[in-house]
């Protein structure tokens, strides 16, 4: 860890990116109009600013945990920020995302979001094509539906709080403009390869946690890393507390740092990597 903190500090340094830049995912998706929303105090006008893990389609407990914002805040307006991966694996995915949609929230586009545009691209494209069970739902999905999903954005910035939302995470040392977008959505850790280069990984196992090493100067709220659950580092806030698993669904209010936190109703999906509750 402390040669990757070392490296970490060089490229703080001398800004400057350290592999090739990639304007497409895996995916190789249409890209979203905006790739980086920038909110500014004329678009928040004084709203109370919430940010919410990963929903995976658990509409239940999203509501129940809206719910508690209201007593929170009373009579104040809020608005919704989601870290992306709305749904799919869970138990009410279309509703999940009309909710939100509905809600005038806004989200950053996740691994799932691709996904489930992936699959619906591929459908609609042909109609024999053999999709997944956990995609079935998919056919469902109207035009505005998947609109929405196309054009959300990979990571959204409030500058007048220093914060920046994206759903798995980023590489120190590289200005948001110029990373890879892969790893916005898929990033769990970083290791150093046998250059001395400080790469991105999609494993748990491999190298440290990206959160742990970010050190700014935004403060990060993402989700994705469920078998982390809440992470909070100085710089970091992992809001992935795996409601979809059985465990919860958190959010934060920005102003205050209050977090909000509800149960699952149940095991919606068998987790991997570690244990659901008893």
Known sequence: MTSLLIIITSLLRTRKPI???????????????????TLENTFIQGREMFIIGDVHGCL??????LELTKLEIKNKKMLPIFVGDLANKGPRNLMTIRKVRQM????VRGNHEEAIIQHYLNWQNDLHYVYTEVFKWITELN??????LLELPYTISIPSRNILIVHAGLVPGIPV????????????????????NLLASELPFQGEAWASLWSGPEHVYFGHDASRKLQQHPYA??????CLYGNMLSGIFINSKKMLQVKAKKVYSEPKGFKTPK
């Open 19 to 37: 592999s090739t830049v990639r304007r497409f995912t895996k995916y190789k998706l249409p890209l979203p109009k905006t790739l980086h929303l």
């Open 60 to 65: 239940d407990e999203l509501e129940e945990l």
């Open 104 to 107: 005038e929230a806004l989200c």
């Open 143 to 148: 035009t505005d539906d998947i609109n929405f």
């Open 177 to 196: 403009h110029q990373q890879n977008l892969d790893n916005f959505i898929h990033i769990r850790n970083l290791y150093q390869d046998n250059d001395g």
């Open 237 to 242: 806030t992992g809001l992935d507390t795996g």
